[in-house]
Nanobody, 128 residues
């Protein structure tokens, strides 16, 4: 059964980097779009970055130029490279698999109702 398991979160100082990984068993070789979302308590879940099976990507404005999403079909892993982290990046980060939406729809939250699977989340904390 396909599943998603995130790892790589942690506590860092502003300006530092982290790489999140999502073991996306059964998804990276499929036609699904894969994405990263984040959520802080009391706020709605936000689309951060997404990638489709052709490698097309989309990012929310606040992370453009700092974050890079990629998928390794050989290892079945989705990555989120996060550079120049800011305190406002602090959140629980989730990966997701979407059989319907493309990267733009995923990041804009236009296909959330179609998302087939969510990971359990990994916490990222950035201190100033």
């Amino acid at each position: 059964q396909a599943q998603l398991v995130e790892s790589g979160g942690g506590s860092v100082q502003a300006g530092e980097s982290l790489t999140l990984s999502c073991a996306a068993s059964g998804y990276t070789r499929s036609a699904y779009s894969l994405g990263w979302f984040r959520q802080v308590p009391g706020k709605p879940r936000e689309g951060v970055a997404a990638i489709d099976s052709t490698g097309s990507t989309s990012y929310t404005d606040s992370v453009k130029g700092r974050f890079t999403i990629s998928r390794d079909t050989a290892k079945d892993i989705l990555y989120l490279q996060m550079n120049y982290l800011k305190p406002e990046d602090t959140a629980m980060y989730y990966c997701a698999a979407d059989p319907w939406g493309g990267p733009i729809e995923m990041v804009r939250g236009l296909s959330t109702e179609y998302i087939e699977a969510w990971g359990q989340g990994t916490q990222v904390t950035v201190s100033s």
